[in-house]
Each structure stands twice: as structure tokens, then as C-alpha cells.
């Protein structure tokens, strides 16, 4: 019974943290809300590890077997472990990124053996010497699948473009679950706010806090202020609820406001790796940003850093895991290795280009891969020669009467031919924009003349983003998808119809989130580009 | 905002075919509505509908729910449903809100017409679509 006792405790900390969390997304952005389930999800991230290794630690103490314990020993001083062998078969919904690098030679290293304090989960769950899991760790597996799910909607890919500028993000694992994190939101035509950290530990920790991180920071981050203030007020509701304590260490977060009109970022960082401010043809320069990480310190300032872009200079914002990535040899790859790429990028390579390179080329090190590793780029092109492009994005603000999505279909649709013609997505896109517009128009805004519905889009190299927004009180999508998940069906004949729009939206968006704030509510939708060419 | 649908309705010996153009959205409703009221049944002993959706450029989860009601009535009406000409794009939104319980998808009216064809010289039982 004990043995069970673990992993059902790991798993309703797991739901309750999850629940917690989903539903503090339907209230966003109410502060209280956003702060009970930060608190929520790190409670449950820090109690999750403690089940999984408690329950780690019985399943090699109790049942000692000579022969699978001798098989064990060899395996471990062999180091390799095929990747998808044995009872960690079932995990394929890892990130592609984190598969390619468990496929790549270093993968052993990639998954530690030793199952330290920080390192619950996946990634430090021994097998027996017939590559079976310890007793009592499978039924943990759908668990994992969750947390993974999980952390991979909350952080769906940045790749967007925002008047001269373009921001773009890469991350791959050490482990299924990453600790790193990174976002972008967009806040207006003008202005996108973007931010990198890094949670001590991976694992089950984790995939909450990573999500509880987010949360907060989406929810901060549309109360206004800059970046020094976003961190001040992340760094005491971190600090209140003990987040030090219960991840691990204090949380090193960096984050910037880009105007992207002006060409002007504003920088702060709570004990994250200085980012640096990189020109074609000139060597590097590192803009300094020293104070604590997050939740160490409850009275901790943060400075803003502020400068403007010159046309064709990048801000690149990174992770320890880049500097630290270390080689066969113990050799670690460095801030000079790392400048040298810098100073050499290319001034006519994208930046999702260089990061894959870069990436790429740590990878074929063999390095002993112990930490995730993310870059995040801010491209600033306004007037370069040759490099100038034009917005790739457009809003519409309608009055909210019935049909007004036909019009928005069809400019988009002519948009999207336009811009993103190779996508593969045209017909998705419009047939999600318009169930949007028609659900904000008549349920939304009760197809009242005087309210508006706005409709926001922003086109990246590979990834699409849409906002429609209306002036309503919103729908909590978490009952939708119960709705659906209970499999009700209307019979009757006169609701035919409800609900389709939302389960059109659900089924052709690669992420959507529902949000809230003080103007209105808001359907956020995601889709990827299908063209795989380079 | 008006109904941007137009209609052409071309009767057969055992059926209606009728081919929309424009928009098949909420406002659709009414305008189908004036040339057939579905929930009469076809008339004239009429068995079979054909919707050409071969010239419609948007079809919302309102015109497709409008479909489904047309198609369900048809089982207490004693008439079957046909849809044709819709593009690969809203075939995948039929199947995915179920439409395809109801009606038969078919590339354009010549294979529907085939198909109906079959079903009256009884080379397939009666009742089966």
C-alpha cells in the first residue's frame, strides 16, 4: 500500500497543480489568482519531486536483486542506454528538440544516473537490469506525459515579427523536461515583451514551475511598467510564497521591452547571464545587468538597462547551458567560443539560422549535456540597405454585427495568400479567425453596434499569431474542453452548432489560450507554418 | 448584414439539386429557406437532395450546422442528402463536426447523379447512401 501510496500522491499533486494552473489562465490577468496558482504549481512541482524520489529510493532499497542489480552496475558503467529502450519507451511526447539530442551520441550523459536533489523524474529514474522501471514508478508514466503536455502548450514556439524587429527563440533539453523557459508576448502594434530563465532543476519541478513562471509573468507583464518593475513584482510574489526553497535555488530570469517602432529595448535581469548587443563586423558587447536571481531576496531592486537598436544589430539573450555546455574532455565551451560566433554571425543569416548552427555545433561536440540550452534573438532591420521589410502583420476593428467576420475572412485570406503562401495554413487560419470573430461578435459582445471586436495578426518565419478580442466577460475554455471531454452532444436540433466554432478552434490551432484584462477578453490562437523548407 | 448566398435549383426525376454560391453562413438560413422548406420533406415524391457546394468560398460552423439540420431532417422526411463539390479544406471541418454522419461527400454532381442512379435501379439497398 505504502508503494502505492507515492506515486498517487505525486499524481493528484500533479492534477491539483494542473488544475490550479489552467484555471488561474481563464481568470488572467487577477493578480490573486495568478499568485495562488504560481504558489499552487511550485507547491506541487516541489512535493511531486519528493513523492518521485522517495518512491525512486524504495523501488532500489526494497526489493534487492543480486542479478538485476549486477546487470544494473554494468549498464551504468557502460553509460548507454538507447534512447526509447525499456520502460521509457512510451515518452515520444517529448519535444523534438529533446528527442533529436537523446538520439545524438551524447545522450547518456544527456539523462544522469546520479538522480540528485534537483534532477526528480524522467531523467533520473533508474531502471532494474532488464530495463524494466523500479516497482511503483510506471504508473507515474501517464503523469510524466502530462507534465510534459503541459509545459509544451504553455511555452509554444517565438518566432514573430513586430514592425523593423523580429524576435526568435531556440531551446533543446538535457532531459523530457526541461527547466529553461522563454517567452514573447505581444502587447500592442508597437511593443512586444520577451523573456528567458532558467529553473533550477529539471524533471517534474520543472514542468511547474516553468508553467507557474509563465503564468506569472503573462499576468505582470500586461499590468504595465518596465522590465525592472515586472521583476521587482515577480521577485516578491516569489519570494513570498518561498519559491527559493522550493525550486531549489532563486530563479534567474532576464527579461526585455521591445519598442519596436522605435527601435528601443529596455533590459532588466534578476541574476541571468548578461545578454549581448551584436553588430556584423564588430566584436560583441555585453550589457551588464548584476542583481539577485528571483525569490532570494524580498527587497531586491532591479536597474533598466535602455538603448536603441543601430539598423542590423541583434540583442541575444541566452541561457548558462550555452556557456557551460561542456566537451568530452571537460573542455567547456565558454564565453570566448561563444563571443567568436557571435562576432562571426553573418550579417545576412537569420537568426533562427545561426541559433540551429550554433546548437547544431555544440551537439556534434559530444558534449556531456547536463542543462537545457536556449537562445533568444531580437533582429532590429529598419534601415539596412537591402534588409528593409515591411510590417508582416495587421489589425481590424469591427462593429459587432452579424457576418462582420466575412469581411476579416476575406482580407485575411488575400493577406495570407499574400505573406504566407507557403504556409500551408491559409484555410485553417481563416475558418479560426472567423469562428473567433463571429463567437466575440454575438457572444462576446452580444451583437451590439456600439461594441467593437478587434482582430490582431502578427506573421513570423514559421509560426502565426492571432488575437481577437472583444469587450464580454469571456468563456472559461477549461469548461469547454470538460464539455467535449464528456463527449455531450446536443440532440436537439436547435443547438446543432453550439459550441463548433471553439472545437473548429481547438482542433485547427496548433495552441490557443482564452485571457482576460481589463479591456476585454481576448482569444490568443497559434499556428505553425507547414512548409518545412529551409 | 445581408446574405451574400445565391441559389440555382435544378429539379430531377427523383430529386432537387441545388447549387449555392457566395457565403453559407448564419444568413443562409432564411435564403435556403424561400426556395425549400427542408422540413416539408422534397415534395412530389422526391427522394434525394444534391447541395453543390462547388462556388461556395466560406462555409462557418453556422452554415455547417445549417447543413447537418437539413441532412437530419431528411431521415424523418424520407429524404437523403448529397453534398458535393466542397473543397479538401471543408471536407476535413465536415468530418470533423460530424457532418458525415448524416450526408455523403462527392466530388462533383455527375458522381452524385451516378450514385443516385445506382440507389434507383437497386443495384444497392434501399436506404443505404
Known amino acids: ?534 | 448584414m445581408d446574405s451574400m448566398l445565391e441559389l440555382s435549383v435544378v429539379p430531377f426525376d427523383s430529386g432537387l439539386s441545388i447549387t449555392l454560391k457566395g457565403d453559407l453562413d448564419q444568413q443562409a438560413e432564411p435564403k435556403i429557406r424561400s426556395i425549400l422548406n427542408w422540413e416539408e420533406g422534397l415534395g412530389d415524391g422526391r427522394r434525394y437532395l444534391i447541395l453543390n457546394l462547388h462556388e461556395v468560398n466560406f462555409i462557418n460552423s453556422a452554415g455547417m450546422a445549417l447543413l447537418i439540420r437539413i441532412a437530419r431532417t431528411g431521415r424523418k422526411r424520407d429524404y437523403h442528402t448529397f453534398i458535393c463539390g466542397a473543397s479538401a479544406h471543408y471536407q476535413k471541418l465536415f468530418r470533423m463536426v460530424g457532418l458525415t454522419e448524416y450526408v455523403m461527400l462527392y466530388p462533383d454532381d455527375y458522381a452524385a447523379m451516378q450514385r443516385i442512379e445506382a440507389l434507383e435501379s437497386g443495384v444497392t439497398g434501399a436506404g443505404q447512401v
Open chain 1, 1 to 534: 500500500m505504502r508503494r502505492l501510496a507515492y506515486p498517487a500522491a505525486a499524481a493528484a499533486l500533479l492534477i491539483a497543480g494542473a488544475a490550479a494552473g489552467w484555471m488561474a489562465a481563464a481568470f488572467l490577468p487577477r493578480d490573486a489568482a495568478a499568485a495562488a496558482a504560481a504558489a499552487v504549481l511550485m507547491a506541487a512541482s516541489w512535493a511531486a519531486g519528493w513523492a518521485m524520489r522517495s518512491m525512486v529510493r524504495r523501488g532500489r532499497c526494497e526489493e534487492p536483486d543480486p542479478r538485476t542489480d549486477g546487470a544494473r552496475a554494468e549498464r551504468e558503467d557502460a553509460g548507454a542506454k538507447a534512447p526509447g529502450d525499456g520502460w521509457n519507451a512510451g515518452f515520444d511526447a517529448r519535444q523534438p528538440a529533446a528527442r533529436d539530442a537523446a538520439s545524438g551520441a551524447a545522450a547518456p550523459a544527456e539523462r544522469p544516473h546520479d538522480a540528485g536533489p534537483s534532477a526528480p523524474g524522467a531523467a533520473g529514474i533508474r531502471e532494474d537490469g532488464e530495463g524494466r522501471a523500479p516497482a511503483g514508478v510506471e504508473p507515474m508514466a501517464a503523469e510524466l506525459r502530462l507534465a510534459i503536455e503541459i509545459q509544451r502548450r504553455w511555452q509554444p514556439p517565438v518566432d514573430l515579427r513586430l514592425d523593423a524587429c523580429r524576435v526568435t527563440a531556440r531551446s533543446r533539453q538535457a532531459a523530457e523536461i526541461g527547466g529553461d523557459l522563454f517567452d514573447a508576448v505581444v502587447l500592442d502594434d508597437a511593443c512586444v515583451a520577451v523573456l528567458i530563465g532558467d529553473v533550477p532543476g529539471k524533471g517534474l519541478q520543472a514542468a511547474f514551475m516553468v508553467p507557474a513562471l509563465l503564468l506569472l509573468f503573462r499576468s505582470e507583464v500586461k499590468r504595465g511598467g518596465g522590465p525592472a518593475e515586472l521583476l521587482g513584482r515577480m521577485n516578491r510574489v516569489l519570494a513570498g510564497i518561498g519559491a527559493e526553497s522550493l525550486a531549489g535555488g532563486g530563479i534567474p530570469l532576464g527579461i526585455g521591452l521591445l519598442d519596436a517602432k522605435k527601435g528601443e529595448m529596455r533590459y532588466a535581469g534578476a541574476g541571468h547571464p548578461a545578454p549581448y548587443l551584436v553588430m556584423p563586423g564588430r566584436a560583441p558587447r555585453q550589457i551588464e545587468s548584476s542583481s539577485l536571481p528571483l525569490g532570494v531576496n524580498m527587497e531586491e531592486e532591479y536597474r533598466d538597462t535602455v538603448f536603441r537598436f543601430a539598423p542590423g544589430e541583434r540583442f541575444v539573450l541566452y541561457t548558462d547551458g550555452i556557456i557551460e555546455d561542456t566537451g568530452p574532455d571537460g573542455d567547456m565551451y565558454g564565453f570566448d567560443r561563444f563571443e567568436a560566433e557571435l562576432a562571426a554571425w553573418p550579417a545576412d543569416m537569420p537568426a533562427a539560422e545561426w541559433m540551429e548552427r550554433l546548437l547544431d555545433g555544440q551537439e556534434r561536440r559530444r558534449a556531456s549535456r547536463r542543462d537545457d540550452r536556449t537562445l533568444l534573438v531580437v533582429e532590429y532591420n529598419a534601415g539596412k540597405a537591402g534588409r528593409v521589410r515591411e510590417l508582416r502583420g495587421r489589425s481590424w476593428r469591427v462593429p459587432s454585427a452579424p457576418g462582420c467576420e466575412r469581411l476579416i475572412a476575406a482580407e485575411l485570406a488575400s493577406l495570407l495568400r499574400e505573406e504566407w503562401a507557403d504556409s500551408g495554413r491559409t484555410d485553417d487560419i481563416v475558418s479560426c479567425v472567423a469562428e473567433a470573430v463571429m463567437n466575440a461578435a454575438e457572444h462576446g459582445n452580444g451583437f451590439d453596434r456600439e461594441k467593437t471586436v478587434t482582430v490582431q495578426v502578427h506573421f513570423g518565419q514559421s509560426i502565426m499569431v492571432c488575437r481577437v478580442r472583444d469587450e464580454g466577460a469571456g468563456f472559461d475554455p477549461k469548461a469547454y474542453r470538460s464539455a467535449r471531454t464528456a463527449g455531450s452532444r446536443h440532440d436537439d436540433d436547435a443547438d446543432y452548432g453550439r459550441g463548433w466554432g471553439i472545437r473548429l478552434i481547438d482542433e485547427l490551432t496548433d495552441y490557443w489560450i482564452a485571457t482576460r484584462d481589463p479591456n476585454g477578453f481576448c482569444v490568443e490562437m497559434y499556428f505553425l507554418s507547414h512548409d518545412r523548407r529551409p
